[in-house]
């Protein structure tokens, strides 16, 4: 069992490139999480998703963008890559109810110079 | 606002027991959870809180005052692998699970 996949796990872009960070999931979660986490910093919410098809801005959603066409993928694009957007990013989903904790990838790390 | 206040910084000794504190102040509240994060690594689930008391797990126990907006984390018996980031994050969202994560309280543990 898989859990949450990322995709890649490291990356350097030059600023104005775009990207897309991949997410997928094999637990057949309906709740899916994009978050940025700066150093020393708690996790920052880009976007969320509660099931196919429906998607919704966090904390911090400008400069990115999401699509949620099937169940497993949540792929978080970055149109024009900004020395801000320099970040880890963890994906998460969770099942059914919102009492159950969040199962987290092993992070994309980003770099933009 | 939505707030949530960790201590930024811990340091105990291998053997002993810390608490970790988290405040918050959130529009809504479904439930608080702690996650451990090594450095480095993706958070991992720890514990969860929805009713007031205290929730133990083994060695780490999590306690809840929905009064007072506050949470702590105890953890005993200290190992050197608990060296780690401590993440409080409240679930004030309604049934869309959004959390919202304070800053995280980075715990060393000496020998």
């Known amino acids: 069992n898989a859990g949450v996949t990322q995709t890649p796990k490291f990356r350097i872009l030059k600023i104005g490139q775009s990207m897309t960070l991949q997410c997928a999931q094999d637990m057949n979660h309906n709740y899916m999480y994009w978050y940025r986490q700066d150093p020393g910093m708690g996790l920052k919410l880009i976007y969320y998703?509660?099931?196919?098809?429906?998607?919704d801005k966090g904390e911090v959603p400008n400069g990115y963008n999401v699509s949620r066409s099937t169940t497993e993928d949540f792929p978080l694009r970055l149109e024009l890559a900004a020395p801000s957007q320099t970040s880890v990013y963890f994906c998460?989903?969770?099942?059914?109810?919102?009492?159950?904790?969040?199962?987290f990838g092993d992070g994309t790390r980003l770099s933009i110079l | 606002g939505q707030n949530i206040d960790q201590p930024t910084e811990m340091t105990a000794t291998e053997g002993a027991i810390v608490q970790i504190n988290c405040t918050y102040q959130t529009s809504g509240f479904n439930g608080l959870f702690w996650y451990q994060q090594h450095a480095g690594e993706a958070p991992t689930f720890l514990s969860y809180n929805v009713l007031d008391g205290l929730e133990e797990k083994g060695r780490f126990s999590s306690f809840l005052s929905r009064s007072k907006g506050y949470s702590y984390l105890l953890l005993k018996e200290l190992q050197m692998k608990d060296s780690a980031s401590y993440l409080c994050?409240?679930?004030?969202?309604?049934?869309?699970?959004?959390?919202?994560f304070g800053q995280g309280t980075t715990l060393q543990v000496k020998p």
């Open positions: 998703s509660v099931g196919a098809g429906i998607t």
């Open positions: 994050a409240v679930d004030g969202s309604g049934n869309t699970g959004k959390l919202i």
């Open positions: 998460a989903s969770h099942g059914r109810l919102s009492n159950q904790p969040q199962h």
